[in-house]
């Protein structure tokens, strides 16, 4: 049966929930799509609620064409959401649970009898890879298997096993520039039609193609692609529906690449029409090469040809196309136009909100300095630093007139016309892929006059440029979209997979020839150089802002540690000592202190409907009116940093300890005014028995692990320790390469993880746990969370964590470089190292854990290669604690060398005759 046949049959009304929810991730990008880029729209049109998505009916959407194909059947749709945002990095946690929640609470509460959804297919959220399979996931949950849930994707979606498996129908677009976005919404309609007038199931046929195609050569508008596509439609009168989608090649998972399928009730045909397609895509394999110009070959091609030619010449900035995880503010193009003396020529769009509000307020005709464009992430691209001519201004506000997005109500926000030698430059505040040409016109300038139009994109703005142009080049100038995708640093690619035309076939990285490969990890699934940040930028600036203004604070010294660098065969080691922090003797004093912090202000805030300062909240201890009690569970350092906070706030606070903390901690913490309960067994039984106790009596557990459910606070607790690294990197006198760093349940190293993806994404985080308590390692190795049990005795007792902290998990396992373990009498060594130097420094036998790990590598020569560690290396280790025990501190300096393995082995022995012992326990109401 047919589509056709199907549809003869007579049609039931339905009550059809839609929902719209599109990105296109690229892995690889430097910037994440928070939720306000949803709200903005960017490139697609404003998030719309409920009745407001029927106001898109008039744009070329899926969601528009399925909605007015499905009324004409007689159908009634439920609209829920539509939210869109620009390619781009990861999605953020916050923006991908807040839209998919929505569709869900959707499917839970409202009545209907088959779902639509409007998805892009290449969404990879910060802790999902497959965000539309998720979300299929999560509807089936609540729907069941007998809903119908139809979903049309982009061409360029990376197609999962998962999205086929759970939706009854997928249906992609056949065109690149994607002017058939409705249609294909049309399609999709008369697809669950068919669907529910056949009474029976559909087979299904998938063919997975074996090498990546890059963007550029995906075109419809030219071969191969148009050839594929004819192809296509000739053999699907003949199944139910057929689908090609080239994929979306920079998007770093398992599941990336170009994927054929179909859906039709003869198995045998259907399947004969799938191989026939696929043997199509891939045979010639060559057909998808592409042929890049440089920027100066680009201008020099396009000024040959534009002398003589009555239309401009067209090229593509195509590795910083924002509709692919550019940021459109790269300046290698405009440079080449400069050094050619190009005239009459146009660039477009320039992101730079700065730049725009210069130009706003000196006026048109005035002339500026400025500091142009510029993308951090991309080596030598520099700001453009020159005088430009404010030409023309705009307020942005402006509708798409092309085929691709046409009626599209565009919002770019303050918008210039800049003018330098013989080139235009429209200069946005909003990031928008230049594929329209009233992107130009809003700002005066009348592309058909332009002698050359360089636009940031790679293949949407021939949609609406092909007609007006002489000629389209494509330039390959430097930017954050790699437009050959075998030039990608892959990690992550299903084995074999070849990562371009006839490129060779992808090998996962390999476990290096270790002594001990229980003591070490090298992450296959570490991202690529610009991966996104776990931080939004507006936290990292409170977070700073707010921690300068409390008592007594001061940047910690970041010292050079020549000696250690020596005995490790490194170039140099700096030391950030955070023995001095807040004069509580550890980095903790940021993360727990914090996190209370933020606990006050939010209360008050309730309380009060305004938000308080945070001077007025110390200056009045307003703590005191909020109603908190705040408990956590400690191995001494996090403790200390709650207390302390609690005795700034004036707040009670309950500190709960483990039989292997010492008196010293213990009476550490009771000096800060906590109430301290000593609990049988280890750290995790701490943590159980602090989370019970905070139920019953109402109190707030301030945590640095975190939980299913309990994720806030421990994020608060991380986003504090962000401030000792942004000391750090503003202290270092050279780019770090590696850091060293030990890790407990993994809060600590997940800030550092994700702090560095963002400010210093070359270099390489290694995870270093006692061998004795190595949850991380384990889970590393497992690719999955593994919670280790028993005693962990261990001289680093702040890292005697057997359960990982589920937040610091997800950015450890796709951003640390490496997890390994570290001997206990390293540790020890490391302590004496550091208190014998000429300039001695004082560290606890926790905080050397970091140089314990180095010291390892030492002599270990396979290991050195796994870590790219040489004689160049710049290493920077993290001293999180001084001598916090002082009675174990100074045992631990007077040691001889030689005395040393015999004292790690009796000190972990008593431990875990400790941790045996039933203490007496303080109970507390």
Request: hydrophobic share 45%; charged share 20%.
């Amino acid at each position: 049966m047919t589509r056709k046949q199907a549809q003869s049959e007579p049609q039931a009304r339905l009550k059809i929930l839609v929902a719209g929810f599109q990105h296109e991730t690229n892995t690889f990008a430097p910037t994440p799509a928070a939720y306000d880029n949803f709200i903005a729209g960017e490139d697609y049109p404003r998030l719309a609620r409920g009745a407001e998505v029927l106001n898109l009916l008039d744009v070329n959407l899926p969601i528009s064409g399925f909605t007015r194909s499905a009324r004409s059947m007689g159908h009634r749709v439920v609209p829920v959401i539509w939210a869109g945002a620009g390619a781009s990095a990861h999605v953020t946690v916050d923006a991908y649970e807040r839209i998919v929640g929505e569709i869900v609470d959707a499917a839970k509460t409202l009545a209907f009898d088959a779902i639509y959804l409007d998805l892009h297919g290449a969404m990879v959220a910060r802790h999902v890879d497959d965000g539309e399979g998720e979300l299929l996931s999560r509807l089936r949950r609540v729907v069941g298997t007998e809903t119908k849930i139809v979903v049309t994707v982009d061409s360029h979606a990376n197609v999962t096993r998962r999205m086929l498996d759970l939706a009854d129908g997928v249906i992609a677009y056949r065109t690149y520039p994607h002017v058939d976005m409705a249609a294909t919404g049309q399609r999709a309609a008369e697809f669950l039609a068919a669907l529910c007038q056949a009474g029976e199931r559909p087979h299904r046929a998938v063919g997975r193609v074996p090498f990546l195609i890059p963007i550029n050569s995906m075109s419809t508008m030219s071969s191969p692609a148009q050839g594929v596509y004819a192809l296509l439609e000739q053999l699907e009168p003949s199944v139910l529906s057929l689908s090609f989608a080239p994929g979306f090649p920079a998007s770093d998972f398992e599941e990336c690449g170009p994927v054929v399928w179909g859906y039709g009730f003869d198995p045998d045909v259907l399947q004969q029409a799938v191989d026939r397609l696929l043997d199509r895509v891939c045979q010639p394999e060559d057909q998808w090469a592409v042929r890049f110009l440089s920027p100066d070959d680009a201008v020099r091609q396009a000024m040959e040809t534009a002398a003589t030619a009555t239309r401009p010449v067209v090229i593509a900035d195509t590795q910083d196309n924002p509709g692919a995880g550019g940021d459109s503010n790269t300046t290698g193009m405009l440079r080449a136009l400069l050094s050619a003396n190009a005239q009459h020529a146009a660039i477009g769009l320039i992101f730079d909100p700065a730049a725009a509000a210069a130009a706003h307020q000196a006026g048109v005709g005035k002339t500026i300095e400025l500091k142009l464009g510029g993308c951090p992430q991309v080596p030598g691209d520099e700001p453009l630093c020159a005088a430009f001519e404010v030409e023309a201004l705009s307020h942005g506000s402006f509708v798409l007139g092309g085929a691709m997005m046409n009626g599209k109500q565009c919002e770019l926000g303050p918008m210039a016309c800049l003018k330098i030698g013989g080139v235009r430059i429209a200069v946005s505040s909003v990031k928008a892929q230049m594929l329209d040409r009233n992107m130009y016109r809003a700002v005066g300038i009348e592309p058909e006059s332009m002698k050359i139009l360089v636009n940031k994109s790679s293949v949407h703005f021939r949609a609406d440029f092909a007609g007006i142009a002489e000629s389209i080049l494509v330039a390959r100038a430097p930017g954050p979209f790699i437009a050959d995708p075998a030039a990608l640093p892959w990690t992550r690619l299903a084995p074999g997979m070849r990562p371009g035309p006839n490129a060779a076939a992808f090998i996962a990285p390999t476990q290096p020839a270790m002594t001990d490969p229980q003591s070490f990890h090298l992450n296959d699934r570490v991202q690529g150089a610009h991966a996104a940040s776990f931080f939004e930028p507006a936290d990292l600036a409170m977070v700073q802002r707010d921690i300068a203004s409390w008592p007594g604070y001061a940047p910690t010294p970041l010292v050079s540690l020549d000696d250690v660098a020596r005995a490790a065969g490194v170039g140099s080691v700096l030391y950030k000592d955070e023995g001095g922090r807040f004069g509580l003797g550890s980095f903790k004093a940021l993360g727990g202190s914090y996190a209370v912090q933020r606990l006050v202000a939010k209360n008050l805030r309730e309380a009060t409907g305004r938000d308080i300062p945070v001077d007025d909240i110390m200056a009045g201890k307003l703590g005191a009116d909020c109603g908190l009690t705040v408990a956590c569970a400690t191995d001494g350092n996090h403790g200390r940093s709650v207390a302390w906070a609690a005795q700034l706030f004036g707040l009670p606070c309950f500190i709960y300890v483990h039989a292997n903390v010492s008196l010293p901690r213990q009476r550490a913490l009771e000096a800060l005014g906590a109430t301290v309960v000593r609990v049988d067994g280890v750290y995790d039984d701490a943590v159980r028995r602090a989370d019970e106790d905070a139920k019953k009596n109402g109190w707030t557990v301030v945590s640095d692990t975190s939980y299913p459910g309990y994720t806030d606070i421990p994020a608060d607790v991380m986003l504090g320790y962000t401030v000792m690294l942004d000391e750090i990197l503003a202290q270092a006198p050279q780019p770090i390469t590696h850091v060293f760093v030990q890790c407990g349940v993994g809060a600590m190293p997940a800030a550092v993880c994700a702090y560095l993806a963002a400010k210093s994404p070359a270099t390489r985080t290694i995870v270093v746990e006692p061998e004795r308590a190595a949850c991380l390692l384990r889970s590393a190795q497992r690719g999955d969370i593994v919670n280790l049990e028993g005693d962990m005795a261990t001289i680093m007792a702040g890292l005697a964590c057997g359960h990982p902290s589920q937040l610091a998990w997800k950015v450890l396992h796709d951003k640390a470089f490496a997890f390994m373990t570290a001997p206990e009498e390293l540790a020890v060594r490391g302590v004496r190292m550091l208190a014998k130097r000429a300039e001695p420094v004082v560290a606890g036998e926790t905080g050397t854990a970091g140089l314990a790990g180095l010291l390892a590598t030492a002599d270990d020569e396979a290991l050195r290669r796994a870590l790219q560690l040489d004689a160049s290396s710049v290493v920077l280790l993290i001293g999180t604690e001084g001598a916090t025990d002082p009675e174990l501190y100074a045992r631990l300096v007077a040691l001889d060398d030689d005395d040393v393995p015999a004292f790690c082995s009796e000190f972990v022995k008593n431990a875990q005759q400790q941790a045996r012992k039933k203490p007496q326990t303080r109970e507390h109401a």
